[in-house]
């Protein structure tokens, strides 16, 4: 079944944020873990130690500007209007320089063949639904130069958490509410089916799985090469 999908939706889910005082994502648990893994990443050689970066759907650019703040050259696209904002108003306040550009990322057309050294999934590949996920695959390929990294870290898997629970659609494997499709849970395989698909080649897989009953969701981190 081909479902609805609603992807600029996300700015809502910021401007609530906003009215609610929050960091943007960065005071959620994952987004500290997340954080910790791309540093270990970089650490243990397993991202390149320079070069330039993208991060697909960076919201209010946070892991954007940990890479700025190493000294990457940073691009960042988002569907949301409220956190480009916000996300350029936190490189002003920290001093430093990330190109924060409004735009789906199913269209990378701004940018080149071969442009970036990394591509960063800023958690935004499973938002995005059906088609249109081999749409964002190869922009994402083509953008990369020969040898580039892509960095993903997915949800994934049955759904856990029971908030959740009643909105699978098992068929398509997405979230559905309201007729409209907000996540995409593929298992491990299917996802890593797909990136093999669209040309990349998987040099590091790890699922983070959340146990059983939890208000949470298994996460896949892939660390894929054109
Ligand atoms: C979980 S949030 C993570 C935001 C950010 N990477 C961070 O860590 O703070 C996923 C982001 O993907 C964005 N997104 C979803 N669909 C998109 C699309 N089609 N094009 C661009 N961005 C999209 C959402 O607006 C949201 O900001």
């Known amino acids: 079944m081909v479902h609805k999908t609603d992807y600029l939706g996300h700015d809502l889910l910021y401007q609530r944020r906003k009215s609610e005082g929050r ?9 500290q873990e997340w954080r910790a893994d791309i540093l270990d990443l970089i650490a ?15 919201g209010a650019g946070d892991v954007s500007l940990l890479f700025a703040g190493k000294g990457y050259q940073v691009s960042g696209i988002e569907i949301s209007p409220t956190a480009v904002d916000w996300a350029r108003g936190k490189a002003l306040k920290a001093g430093l ?36 996920r081999a749409d964002v695959l190869s922009e994402t390929y083509r953008v990369l130069k020969p040898g580039g990294v892509f960095y993903i870290c997915t949800m994934c898997g049955d759904p856990k958490a029971t908030r959740i629970r009643e909105d699978f659609d098992p068929e398509s494997r997405c979230l559905v509410s309201n007729g409209v499709a907000y996540r995409y849970l593929g298992r491990p395989e299917d996802v890593v089916r797909e990136l093999n698909e669209s040309g990349f080649k998987i040099v590091r897989k790890h699922l983070r799985e959340v146990g059983d009953n939890q208000e949470d969701q298994d996460n896949l981190l892939i660390v894929a090469v054109k």
């Open 97 to 132: 320089t990330a190109d924060f550009q409004v735009g789906d990322v199913r269209d990378l057309g701004r940018w080149v063949d071969g442009h970036f050294n990394i591509v960063i999934d800023g958690h935004c590949l499973h938002c995005i639904i059906g088609g249109d």
């Open 44 to 58: 243990s050689g397993n991202l390149p130690a320079s070069g330039k970066v993208l991060e697909l759907g960076c």
């Open 23 to 31: 960091d943007g994502w960065n005071d959620d648990k994952d987004w």
